[in-house]
T-cell receptor
Framework: GEDVEQSLFLSVREGDSSVINCTYT??????LYWYKQEPGAGLQLLTY?????DMKQDQRLTVLLNKKDKHLSLRIADTQTGDSAIYFC???????????FGRGTSLIVHP | DTAVSQTPKYLVTQMGNDKSIKCEQN?????MYWYKQDSKKFLKIMFS???????INETVPNRFSPKSPDKAHLNLHINSLELGDSAVYFC??????????????FGPGTRLTVL
């Protein structure tokens, strides 16, 4: 199976919270990332978390890491139409500098 | 002041042709990458390259070859193009030496269409 898994689609109403989930298999992951890809553009790093942390907050973004279950989530509070994009979960282990990306979750925000 | 740039943005060509995509980064990074994103948005690493080593994803056909004239450039050459090569190709760079979390900076992508 894949090393990093995400659901493919999420649809939310503007103003609601969005939660995008990700699971990974590598127990030696050191860093976990969320990248955002807007239409017609490359990926941009949104946030990251080190594996010895269980939560990181940055304005409207909250990242939760459950290392035991190898589960990562990204919560976007007060979701706006400008948040519509594809969100990629990625992980990197200490043995490699190349991250492994999930397939991406398309977030659709409707009024 | 573009960080990672690629040319061309769009490339339409016939099967069997040979083509190149250029990538340049002005971030002073030591490592560059090529990714392929298919129509389902799946992102697959093709190559990573720094001044020490080239890492090739073993699933990439040898019709694809990266060429780095200097530290700031990593071009992608594709020989004998096939229909299945149609995709968006992303160049990226990162600073590995002395970097903590190794953020990858992506270019805007090159949409390759093989007819």
């Amino acid at each position: 199976g894949e090393d990093v898994e995400q659901s493919l689609f999420l649809s939310v109403r503007e103003g609601d919270s969005s939660v995008i989930n990700c699971t990974y298999t590598d127990s030696s992951s050191t860093y976990l990332y969320w990248y955002k890809q807007e239409p017609g553009a490359g990926l941009q790093l949104l946030t990251y978390i080190f594996s010895n942390m269980d939560m990181k907050q940055d304005q409207r973004l909250t990242v939760l890491l459950n290392k035991k279950d190898k589960h990562l989530s990204l919560r976007i509070a007060d979701t706006q139409t400008g948040d519509s994009a594809i969100y990629f979960c990625a992980e990197k282990s200490g043995g490699s500098y190349i991250p492994t990306f999930g397939r991406g979750t398309s977030l659709i925000v409707h009024p | 002041d573009t960080a990672v740039s690629q040319t061309p943005k769009y490339l339409v060509t016939q099967m069997g042709n040979d083509k190149s995509i250029k990538c340049e980064q002005n971030l002073g990074h030591d490592t560059m990458y090529w990714y392929k994103q298919d129509s389902k948005k799946f992102l697959k690493i093709m190559f990573s390259y720094n001044n020490k080593e080239l890492i090739i994803n073993e699933t990439v056909p040898n019709r694809f070859s990266p060429k780095s004239p200097d530290k700031a450039h990593l071009n992608l050459h594709i020989n004998s193009l096939e229909l299945g090569d149609s995709a968006v190709y992303f160049c990226a760079s990162s600073q590995e030496e002395g970097s903590e979390y190794n953020e990858q900076f992506f270019g805007p992508g090159t949409r390759l269409t093989v007819l």
